[in-house]
């Protein structure tokens, strides 16, 4: 004696009405882009913020900063708040936040900035007469830490911006939605 086999058939799923379009499930970003990008802020945090510890120590102005020339004193105070805000933004992009994507491109596009104008305003440069080609030559000679950090940081930023604008960057960060049992 056979059965009759029957199609497997789904339970049924009310299914919602949509007026006009069908409503695309949400695409959700691929996490790689995202978490390179926090390692190359983890990154940015740690060249930025050396340099600027290096550079204290060094000329031993720990304990003079007072003694610290304006111009000086506005890159390393900027630098110092592009290592706040690059590492801030590697915690966020990590926890899946969209504020730590834009705290690293903010970081980036403010850790390149302080390298393009730190010959221009610093008077210790503008002492001993650096032109800007020579200021370059100097940070990827990398023969000393300073410079050495500084070549880093230009290297890691736009790596860093360009991991952080990315729209999977943003779209994985976006994902991280809280699902509540249906009854």
Known sequence: MS???????QPYQPQQQYYGYQQQPAQVGSPGTAIIAGILALGLAATFGGAVVDLLVEFKLIDNLDQIPGGMLGIL?????????????????FARRSGGAVLTILAAIAGLVTVVVE????ELFAMVGVDFGQYLEGLFAFDSTYGTLLALGVIAAPLAFLFAVLPSTFRWCRGRQVSFPQY
């Open 3 to 9: 059965y009759q086999q029957q199609p497997y058939q």
């Open 119 to 122: 010959p221009m305003t610093s």
């Open 77 to 93: 105070v900027a630098r110092a708040a592009v290592a706040v805000f690059a590492l801030l933004g590697a915690i966020l992009l």
